[in-house]
């Protein structure tokens, strides 16, 4: 069985005081986090910081204390998949998805992220990072 790796984050602002989520539209038309494949000799924190700018062009903090597993097999083939998320935060930065990989990206309230998330994996990771930041006073 093959295995490939990503990382990525839970990219986040606020507007308003609210915390919206940034949310990555890819060309199958799938919600999610920006991420992407690991690179001979990067760190996970590496690929994620990479991949974001790459993929929604911000350059986030990436927030000590949260990291998230995803594993499943891909769809259709015996590919082992593992995606490792961080929580990250941005300022005064405008998102620009890149047209390569995805139709948008753009900010969601976290309901709104949550009905969008097509897989149940997302949405925990969206929640555990909401009650992160709930609980951490962000």
Do not use: W
Request: hydrophobic share 35%; charged share 25%.
């Amino acid at each position: 069985m093959a295995f490939e790796k990503s990382c990525g984050a839970v990219v986040f602002t606020r507007v308003g005081g609210e915390l919206r989520y940034v949310l990555a539209q890819s060309l199958r038309g799938h919600y999610g986090f920006p991420k992407g494949h690991v690179e001979p000799g990067e760190t996970e924190t590496e690929t994620a910081l990479r991949e974001i700018y790459e993929e929604v062009h911000l350059r986030p903090v990436l927030l000590d204390g949260f990291r998230e597993l995803s594993e499943y097999t891909l769809p259709g083939t015996e590919i082992q998949k593992q995606v490792v998320i961080f929580l990250g935060e941005y300022h005064d930065q405008q998102i620009r998805p890149q047209k390569e990989e995805l139709k948008t990206a753009f900010l969601a309230s976290y309901s709104q992220a949550l009905t969008l998330l097509p897989y149940e994996n997302d949405r925990r990771i969206l929640a555990a990072a909401h009650a992160f930041l709930t609980a951490h006073g962000n």
